[in-house]
């Protein structure tokens, strides 16, 4: 059974920066198309950023810039880097592998 890890959340101030891990269980990984979403209160699950099993990232256009999400295969991860956070990166941010495979989620908190 695949499962998915997430770590890294916490408080933090604004313009202050985060590093989210996600470890993945299962012998796969290299194959996976990987995802961060992250879900704000009172909002629905959003797409932050993804990195195909080749590498090829794409990011919501109003985080460009700021997150970055790459992937380690022999570490079986996948990490967000976040730069430079608002108040409104507040939320759930969950780890998804092949679009049906979700983490538990960790909480980020921006302060402003």
């Known amino acids: 059974q695949v499962q998915l890890v997430e770590s890294g959340g916490g408080l933090v101030q604004a313009r202050g920066s985060l590093r989210l891990s996600c470890v993945v269980s299962?012998?796969?990984?290299?194959?996976?198309?990987m995802g961060w979403y992250r879900q704000a209160p009172g909002k629905e699950r959003e797409l932050v950023a993804a990195?195909?099993?080749?590498?090829?990232?794409k990011y919501a256009d109003s985080l460009k810039g700021r997150f970055t999400i790459s992937r380690d295969n022999a570490k079986k991860s996948v990490y967000l880097q976040m730069n430079s956070l608002k108040s409104e990166d507040t939320g759930v941010y969950f780890c998804?592998?092949?679009?049906?495979?979700w983490g538990t989620g960790t909480l980020v908190t921006v302060s402003s």
């Open positions: 998804n592998a092949e679009g049906f495979l």
């Open positions: 299962g012998s796969d990984f290299a194959y996976y198309d």
């Open positions: 990195i195909t099993q080749a590498g090829n990232t």
